[in-house]
């Protein structure tokens, strides 16, 4: 507790981003053990939820990354390129995400065959991009002075 009040910017920023993470592996989870349950209303609530706190969380990140970059407080030209790439290369995840949770969260949209076999696949390439991102963003913005 009393080490979280000398955190940096940056490390409470990252700290809070890995929760949210976790946050969303618990979520997706849900959503497909409710689903193969056939608890197909338990699985649109927490796709509902998942809508939610991934809009939130990808709306903060994209604006920090930014404001990261603008500034480049105390970060190097290595860490800056890592951040720029990070987020170029997830663009087209994030819109297929994005688009997807957007469609199947909707409530006259049944949750089919086809929604759990492409929500698998998104997890798994959202999980790729979460072990990047804390594997190779994360320790560097926690050193920065930030």
Known sequence: MIKSLFLSKNQKLVKAWEE????????????IESYEKNDKKKSKKYLNELDSLTVGHLMKE?????NLIKHSDGLDEETIDHI???????KGTKTA????????ASENIELD???ITSF?????VV???INY???NLYPVLSESKG
């Open 20 to 31: 949210e993470h976790k946050e969303i592996g618990v979520l997706a989870g849900k959503i």
């Open 113 to 115: 065959e086809t929604f």
């Open 127 to 129: 999980v790729s991009r």
């Open 84 to 90: 720029k790439e990070f987020r170029e290369t997830f």
């Open 62 to 66: 994209d604006l920090a990354f930014y």
């Open 97 to 104: 995400l994005m688009n997807f949770i957007a469609k199947y």
């Open 133 to 135: 991102e804390e594997g």
């Open 120 to 124: 698998k696949g998104l997890v798994k």
